[in-house]
Nanobody, 125 residues
Framework: QVQLVESGGGSVETGGSLRLSCATSVYTFGDDYMAWFRQAPGKEREGVSTIYTGGGSTDYRDSVKDRFTISTDAAKNTLYLQMNSLKPEDTAMYYC??????????????????WGQGTQVTVSS
């Protein structure tokens, strides 16, 4: 059973930074996509960023480009999301996802088989 465990969330002021981690058990990084999603209260879950573990290519939603950086450490089986210049609109529960099924786009919530339990990020103005 693949497990994804997020950590690193918290409360920060506007302009602050946080680094989210997603530790995986059993799952071994291979040629796959991994992703970060977020869900704010009353809103649908949305894709934030993806990384192709086979080559390192990345993708970001427009609202986080130049502020967020996704990365992996294969030796530690860990996915990261460095978030800088945080804004109140970044407030959400953040989830990591793994194993792209290939039937939807890489930033589509329907595309991933494994999910973590989430970590809360709150940005105050």
């Amino acid at each position: 059973q693949v497990q994804l465990v997020e950590s690193g969330g918290g409360s920060v002021e506007t302009g602050g930074s946080l680094r989210l981690s997603c530790a995986t058990s059993v799952y071994t990084f291979g040629d796959d996509y991994m992703a970060w999603f977020r869900q704010a209260p009353g809103k649908e879950r949305e894709g934030v960023s993806t990384i192709y573990t086979g080559g390192g290519s990345t993708d970001y939603r427009d609202s986080v480009k130049d502020r967020f950086t996704i990365s992996t450490d294969a030796a530690k089986n860990t996915l990261y999301l460095q978030m800088n210049s945080l804004k109140p609109e970044d407030t959400a529960m953040y989830y990591c996802a793994a194993f792209w099924k290939g039937d939807y786009g890489i930033l589509d919530v329907r595309a991933y088989k494994y999910w973590g339990q989430g970590t809360q990020v709150t940005v105050s103005s």
